[in-house]
């Protein structure tokens, strides 16, 4: 289906309010994504190109590079996250619960939400058999969690023109692929409707550091600026926020006070609410009815 | 092998912490790399692609500004060091000790340890004879130093699926590879084990300058923020923190001054060891037996 098969286009000034609960103006909840890399494959994103360039393969230092965020950088992200005492949810390739099992065990025992995230790190235009890859990840998810996950962001937020109507056949009931509102939306599908929480690329390390090469610090200042603006907006109707991390990049040593340090400046707002995916999801459901 | 042959998965929080002698927190690790680009061949790394992006053989403008660092910037490094009294590990293509051996010389007059960068510039993928490209430049280096090297660093990290297998081989007892944690670990090869230590692709020139475009003085920052960390964390567990420069690039007028500001900073405080990569390898072999 077309995007615009799936939803109308719409105004988000002429909808209803939406409100929460206590007053809060503003839901942030906060994506944490734990990734396998195939070292027999291209890497997904580089910090290092080979001398004269091409692609020579394999990329072992590059591999290296993101096998760190598994290895050390996680338990930075895990560290700030307990001391502000936030539930993150964890987005993570069906692949990697077992490949990183202190990594998943550690979100468990927090009560984190997990979410399925493609069961390999690529694009899921690439994935042989795509429903076969949204059902083993959602199989390794229920495996370990013993729920089944009710939320999806595609690796990359890649889809297909199919992956929404498959997600929702495969008893998925948010996805987090379409950046395009700051509120919830319901997609159509050609099964039941499926909600798409407002995720984010611009609050995001991946496109922030890796893409746009800005220094660490821009994490903290762009979070301020976004939460400054939104909170701002929130005087119409509740807005939702989303803060996306990576163990590789935002858990190196030189980046994890920025981070730390923007949590910190939300967390002195008494009206704004931490939330999972599936606490959004809920309140959404609950306040809007179903699609 | 791949790289899951080699080593499994390891969460740094579930190893015993190593401990550094006289309760020193962290090593500081300097690296300088001294490299040979061959005008016959693409520039490894270049400044100023041609207009219309061109791919240009003979790329005299590119070779122009690497051969800079060679004649001009690496003296600002030995006047640092000197100054900081500060002997690094050098990082080098055999094949330096032949064109700039006024350099190589002065690298060991000062007393620097050489480590094995690979024949000249280009990934080891090009390599026709690994095996035989190794034996040449740890040969043409023990010839030139008057001891046989045992550390290794791929020319842009790069690796074959054989790579740690030669260089075992070869008798080399560790690599800088393989960025993907804070402490020295061991990898298999098919003659036994090999050290990896933790060399930098964050705090290095390259990424930063060449690749992720930032100004010279975010150098300075990243380090102290990467030190800052690392240093706290060093309280609970040994930790290294390499530092990775090139005389093109940090030997510049307007950057040398950033590099020597990250070591003003470090000299602030106590329980820092400033150590070559052979000085790690032999505490790392030490202090792993007495957990």
Redesign the interface.
Same mark, same amino acid.
């Given at each position: 289906m077309l995007p615009s098969e799936r939803l109308d286009f719409s105004v988000i000034s002429k909808r209803p309010r939406l409100t929460l609960p206590d007053g809060a103006r503003l839901a942030v909840w906060l994506i944490v994504n734990v990734e396998e890399w195939d070292? *027999?494959q291209p890497m997904p994103r580089t910090?290092? *190109?080979?001398?004269? +360039? +091409?692609m020579?393969?394999?990329d !072992?230092?590059n591999?290296?590079?993101h096998? %760190?965020g598994? /290895?050390?950088g996680?338990?930075?992200v895990i560290e700030v996250l307990d001391h502000f005492r936030i539930r993150a949810v964890l987005a993570i390739n069906g692949s990697a619960i077992s490949? %990183?099992e202190? !990594?998943a065990r550690a979100a468990l025992e927090r009560g984190w939400e997990f979410i399925g995230h493609g069961f390999t790190q690529q694009s899921m235009q690439k994935v042989a058999d795509e429903r076969d890859d949204i059902h083993k990840t959602a199989a390794a998810i229920r495996g370990f969690t013993d729920r089944h996950p009710r939320g999806w962001l595609g690796p990359g937020l890649t889809e297909t023109w199919e992956t929404p109507d498959l997600l929702a056949e495969e008893g998925f009931e948010y996805v987090c692929d379409w950046v395009l509102d700051d509120e919830p939306v319901w997609l159509k599908t050609r099964t039941r409707p499926i909600v798409n929480l407002p995720y984010t690329q611009e609050c995001n390390d991946v496109a922030m550091m890796l893409i746009q $090469?800005h220094?660490?610090?821009e994490y903290y200042d762009r979070a301020i600026d976004q939460f400054a603006q939104l909170y701002a907006d929130a005087d119409q109707s509740a807005r939702i926020m989303a803060l996306v991390v990576h163990p590789y990049i935002m858990g190196?040593? $030189?980046?994890? /006070?920025y981070f730390r340090d923007a949590l910190a400046h939300i967390r002195d707002h008494g009206d704004v609410l931490f939330w999972t995916g599936e606490e959004i999801l809920d309140w959404y459901l609950a306040q809007r009815g179903a699609g | 092998m791949i790289p899951r042959e080699r080593c499994t998965y390891s969460a740094i929080v579930d190893r015993p912490p190593l401990k550094l002698p006289n309760q020193a927190r962290i090593v500081v690790w300097t690296i300088v790399n001294l490299e040979f680009w061959s005008i016959s061949r693409p520039m490894a790394r270049q400044v100023l692609p041609a207009p219309t992006g061109q791919v240009l053989l003979p790329d005299v403008p590119n070779w122009s500004w690497h051969e800079y660092g060679m004649r001009v910037g690496v003296w600002r490094f030995f006047d640092l060091f000197a100054h900081l009294g500060i002997r690094p590990t050098l990082s080098i293509n055999a094949r330096v000790c032949r064109e700039y051996r006024r350099v190589a010389r002065a690298a060991r007059e000062a007393g620097w340890e050489f480590m094995g960068h690979a024949w000249e510039q280009m990934p080891i993928h090009k390599v026709d004879d690994q095996a035989q490209m190794i034996a040449k430049s740890l040969d043409t280096l023990a010839r030139f130093a008057g001891t046989r090297p045992v550390g290794w660093l791929g020319p842009g990290l790069t690796e074959t699926y054989e790579t740690p297998d030669l260089l075992a081989a070869a008798g080399i007892r560790y690599i800088g590879d393989w960025v993907y944690d804070d402490e020295p670990t061991e990898i298999k090869t098919t003659l036994g084990p090999l050290v990896t230590l933790p060399y930098s692709v964050e705090l290095n020139d390259i990424p930063m300058m060449l690749v992720q475009h930032h100004e010279s003085a975010y150098f300075t920052q990243r380090c102290i923020d990467s030190f800052e960390r690392l240093y706290r964390e060093g309280a609970e567990r040994a930790k290294i923190m390499a530092i990775a420069i090139h005389p093109y690039i940090s030997g510049q007028p307007h950057r040398i001054k950033y590099l020597q500001a990250v070591y003003d900073h470090i000299s602030r405080h106590e329980g820092v060891l400033h150590w070559n990569g052979v000085e790690i390898l032999d505490w790392y072999l030490s202090a792993k037996t007495e957990l």
């Amino acid at each position: 289906m077309l995007p615009s098969e799936r939803l109308d286009f719409s105004v988000i000034s002429k909808r209803p309010r939406l409100t929460l609960p206590d007053g809060a103006r503003l839901a942030v909840w906060l994506i944490v994504n734990v990734e396998e890399w195939d070292p *027999t494959q291209p890497m997904p994103r580089t910090v290092l *190109t080979p001398p004269a +360039g +091409g692609m020579p393969m394999p990329d !072992i230092p590059n591999w290296a590079w993101h096998e %760190y965020g598994n /290895r050390v950088g996680f338990s930075r992200v895990i560290e700030v996250l307990d001391h502000f005492r936030i539930r993150a949810v964890l987005a993570i390739n069906g692949s990697a619960i077992s490949r %990183y099992e202190p !990594i998943a065990r550690a979100a468990l025992e927090r009560g984190w939400e997990f979410i399925g995230h493609g069961f390999t790190q690529q694009s899921m235009q690439k994935v042989a058999d795509e429903r076969d890859d949204i059902h083993k990840t959602a199989a390794a998810i229920r495996g370990f969690t013993d729920r089944h996950p009710r939320g999806w962001l595609g690796p990359g937020l890649t889809e297909t023109w199919e992956t929404p109507d498959l997600l929702a056949e495969e008893g998925f009931e948010y996805v987090c692929d379409w950046v395009l509102d700051d509120e919830p939306v319901w997609l159509k599908t050609r099964t039941r409707p499926i909600v798409n929480l407002p995720y984010t690329q611009e609050c995001n390390d991946v496109a922030m550091m890796l893409i746009q $090469h800005h220094k660490a610090s821009e994490y903290y200042d762009r979070a301020i600026d976004q939460f400054a603006q939104l909170y701002a907006d929130a005087d119409q109707s509740a807005r939702i926020m989303a803060l996306v991390v990576h163990p590789y990049i935002m858990g190196a040593p $030189h980046r994890l /006070r920025y981070f730390r340090d923007a949590l910190a400046h939300i967390r002195d707002h008494g009206d704004v609410l931490f939330w999972t995916g599936e606490e959004i999801l809920d309140w959404y459901l609950a306040q809007r009815g179903a699609g | 092998m791949i790289p899951r042959e080699r080593c499994t998965y390891s969460a740094i929080v579930d190893r015993p912490p190593l401990k550094l002698p006289n309760q020193a927190r962290i090593v500081v690790w300097t690296i300088v790399n001294l490299e040979f680009w061959s005008i016959s061949r693409p520039m490894a790394r270049q400044v100023l692609p041609a207009p219309t992006g061109q791919v240009l053989l003979p790329d005299v403008p590119n070779w122009s500004w690497h051969e800079y660092g060679m004649r001009v910037g690496v003296w600002r490094f030995f006047d640092l060091f000197a100054h900081l009294g500060i002997r690094p590990t050098l990082s080098i293509n055999a094949r330096v000790c032949r064109e700039y051996r006024r350099v190589a010389r002065a690298a060991r007059e000062a007393g620097w340890e050489f480590m094995g960068h690979a024949w000249e510039q280009m990934p080891i993928h090009k390599v026709d004879d690994q095996a035989q490209m190794i034996a040449k430049s740890l040969d043409t280096l023990a010839r030139f130093a008057g001891t046989r090297p045992v550390g290794w660093l791929g020319p842009g990290l790069t690796e074959t699926y054989e790579t740690p297998d030669l260089l075992a081989a070869a008798g080399i007892r560790y690599i800088g590879d393989w960025v993907y944690d804070d402490e020295p670990t061991e990898i298999k090869t098919t003659l036994g084990p090999l050290v990896t230590l933790p060399y930098s692709v964050e705090l290095n020139d390259i990424p930063m300058m060449l690749v992720q475009h930032h100004e010279s003085a975010y150098f300075t920052q990243r380090c102290i923020d990467s030190f800052e960390r690392l240093y706290r964390e060093g309280a609970e567990r040994a930790k290294i923190m390499a530092i990775a420069i090139h005389p093109y690039i940090s030997g510049q007028p307007h950057r040398i001054k950033y590099l020597q500001a990250v070591y003003d900073h470090i000299s602030r405080h106590e329980g820092v060891l400033h150590w070559n990569g052979v000085e790690i390898l032999d505490w790392y072999l030490s202090a792993k037996t007495e957990l």
